[in-house]
């Protein structure tokens, strides 16, 4: 089954997990055994050998129908791109199957208290003990955290950032569930909390000093890579529900299509839809292509993503009223998870930073 058609058949229990705060473990059996996990993982480490362009219109299917799911085909894929970039063949013989098959879920514990946008202020510490590392610190809004078999955390180590896998059933870990969050519902997020927990010297991924620069950063790229493009598939959802509604709800004998205000609505949808959809295509074949430009290609196709899909649900729900404030609202979950893509794997405004020094160097 390709991801349109799974998107397709889990469509209508979306708005159940969302209110439910999960998504059914069987489903998510099922995502993995249809091979959308680490989609992009070579087949020789377990995965699908997806192109970045596929890998790309997977998220957008999923975005489409449900936050969570396309969380989860993030945080997965998160975490499998920085053991496969940075870890020893045996960190990726060990681990990077697990995470193709789902056998292994993952969580990527960076955000804490004080260290949000600027992740250099962590606190969490990493001390080396004969041949073990003991972890202390809190993790904050780890997407799937309640459900991870292991943790990527970002930590200090004598003064240096260091990335660590840490196995959730180490004793000392401490889940703390998260519910009534504003979006991502169905996520299972949670603050996890690491009370001297030891971990193997072998779980440090990299060498110390390279935790935030080289192993948080490919992870984040690639996680802002799969939120854009979950970003353009809830935008065109949310334009595909207003035109609908346009289409068939009529006032005073009169479609509400026909009426010039509502078609600059849809106009201005399509628009921010469309824009957002060629910035994530671009982006897609400079990754596939290794171009030095992917990166700011995928924070600008991000950042336009995450703006259209929030604009477009805005305006969505302006044409759809009270039938899009329901509970079961497609509109309104996505104008609630609309705003958190606009925060995560880097907020609007970090990115306007970002995209601003890229432009003082581009030239046409």
Request: aromatic residues 6%; proline residues 4%.
């Amino acid at each position: 089954m390709d991801s349109a058609a799974f998107a397709a058949e889990v469509r209508l229990g979306a708005a159940d997990w969302d209110a439910r705060g999960a998504v059914p473990a069987d489903v998510v059996k099922a995502l993995a055994h249809a091979g959308f996990l680490a989609a992009d993982l070579p087949a020789s480490a377990g995965g699908a050998g997806r192109t970045q362009a596929e890998l790309g219109e997977l998220c957008a299917d999923f975005g489409g129908v449900c936050s969570a799911l396309r969380a989860l085909i993030t945080v997965q894929g998160m975490v499998a791109a920085a053991v496969r970039r940075w870890g020893t063949p045996e960190q990726r013989a060990r681990w990077l199957p697990g995470l193709a098959r789902g056998d292994v879920l993952a969580g990527f514990a960076a955000t804490e208290p004080g260290a949000g946008s600027d992740l250099s202020a962590v606190t969490t510490s990493a001390e080396r003990e004969a041949g073990q590392v003991r972890l202390r610190g809190r993790k904050l809004w780890v997407t799937f955290g309640q459900v991870a078999d292991v943790f990527l955390v970002l930590a200090t180590c004598a003064g240096r950032p260091v990335a660590v896998l840490v196995e959730a059933d180490r004793p000392g870990t401490a889940i703390e569930p998260v519910r009534g969050q504003l979006g991502l519902r169905a996520a299972q997020l949670a603050h996890v909390r690491f009370d001297g927990v030891l971990v193997p010297a072998g779980n440090l991924l990299a060498p110390p000093g390279f935790g935030l620069s080289h192993v948080v950063a490919t992870a984040l790229d690639h996680g802002r890579f799969t939120v854009a493009w979950g970003c353009v598939g809830m935008a065109e959802a949310c334009l595909r529900a207003a035109a609908a509604h346009a289409s068939d709800r009529v006032q005073g004998g009169v479609r509400l299509a026909e009426h010039p205000a509502v078609r600059a609505l849809l106009g201005r949808s399509l628009a921010d839809t469309s824009a957002a959809r060629e910035l994530c295509i671009r982006a897609a074949a400079q990754r596939d292509g290794g171009e030095p430009a992917a990166v700011a290609g995928t924070v600008l196709a991000k950042y336009v993503a995450a703006g259209a899909a929030a604009a477009v649900a805005d305006r969505a729900g302006q044409v759809l009223g009270a039938a899009g404030c329901a509970e079961d609202s497609l509109v309104g979950r996505f104008f609630r998870d609309a705003k958190v893509m606009r925060i995560i794997e880097g907020a609007d405004e970090v990115a306007e930073q970002q995209l601003g020094g890229y432009a003082l160097r581009w030239r046409p």
